[in-house]
DNA sequence: GTCTATATCCCGATAGAC
DNA sequence: GTCTATCGGGATATAGAC
């Protein structure tokens, strides 16, 4: 796995390639491994050279987080975007956010695990909207004839449900079985199915209100 | 849970007073902003003093993540055990579990954000089992008629889906609200009814057989 | 069981040359 | 935009005294 043998990146982009190389860090010794001087050290760059794409560390985790956000969108679309009915679309859904977070643990674990604090970057949520409403506010409005308030509340349901599936999955919780990853899609499937079905309950269920003080 | 005496662990409980103030290290600046010498500091023992009692730093915050399992059950218990109807029990457990998140995130990170090896530490599944049995599995069986192996599948369901809410919470994915508690802990609710009264699409669902709880 | 002392290592970040 | 060189800091973990 060595990659000092030739030098793609000494001209090249090397904040795309810190990304990259972040991403593998991740995945090979977690986030809390991840260190600039590692980074930079795989890259065959010196230590302050990151320093002229991205402020801080933190920066860095930023920006694969970033990454990770489109590309949950886009994988989630790729499974569901072909699916019009609603209540498979929005299953669909759940389904692939559960793939996603298995097959790039390394980006899924930067987006949730990073200890990120999304507040003070909106550009995340952002980043992330496409596929909430696509995919999940979406459909689950129109499962309540266009309820704008019922569909919501279906819709984090179901996205809360997915991303449940998805942390229990990458914390072992469904056992080292081969097929561990199979079974949690199946499961999170089958539960935003069951979500859709019993959702009356979801649309008169008092919830604290949007807003109340501004 | 008391620290009141000044000096209370020089010759006290050394183990005890760690696992407390590692707890509180990981409230102030978060899983990966602890460390054995710190804590050490703030007891007013020297760095080699915890490891006569911790192999590592990793077993200091197993041990942490033990008591949150703990924790964890006699919180959710006391929330639903009084509960014996089995919806608004699953119900309640899911609401309590979100709550407890909330109100002691610092042991909640500890059991699933601290990048603890689960499947090499299984004593922490052992501890969550009574927790899973008494408040999810048992209630989910008893709402499918006994039927085992569908209970299991609408305990998971209810168990990731407030699982789900709890990491999005903690994420400050509700928002900044005051109430974003109040509200992930009824959205949780709500979704928990939702997913038993549209259990039949879980019954149904061919999913693998066996299966890790918590 | 705790302390003294220390070995060893790694990291984040910066200044200034080129 | 990258390199050289480095500062300052903090961490884990151990050895041996008491």
Redesign the pocket.
């Known amino acids: 796995m060595k990659r000092s043998a030739k030098r793609p990146?000494?001209?090249?982009d090397?904040a795309a390639a810190l990304v990259d190389t972040a991403v593998e860090l991740i995945a090979e010794r977690g986030v809390a491994g991840f260190?600039?001087?590692?980074a930079s050290r795989r890259l065959?760059?010196?230590?302050?050279?990151p320093?002229?794409?991205f402020a801080?560390?933190d920066a860095l985790l930023a920006a694969v987080a970033a990454k990770a956000a489109t590309d949950l969108t886009a994988a989630v679309a790729v499974e569901a975007s072909a699916v019009p009915e609603p209540t498979d679309r929005i299953a669909a859904a759940a389904r692939g956010y559960v793939r996603f977070a298995s097959a790039n643990a390394a980006l899924f674990q930067a987006l949730f695990a990073a200890g990120l604090d999304k507040r003070a970057r909106p550009e995340l949520e952002e980043a992330a909207r496409p596929l909430v409403e696509d995919f999940f506010h979406g459909p689950a409005t129109s499962l309540f004839d266009g309820d704008e308030q019922a569909g919501e509340a279906l819709a984090l349901a179901v996205l809360a449900t997915a991303h449940g599936h998805a942390m229990l999955l990458l914390d072992g919780a469904f056992g080292p079985d081969t097929d561990a990853v199979g079974q949690a899609m199946a499961r999170a499937h089958a539960a935003a199915l069951g979500l859709v079905s019993g959702r009356e309950a979801l649309r008169s269920a008092d919830l604290p209100t949007k807003v109340a003080g501004k």
Chains 1, 2 share one sequence.
């Open positions: 990146y000494h001209h090249g090397l260190s600039m001087a590692e065959g760059v010196t230590v302050a050279a320093y002229r794409h801080d560390r």
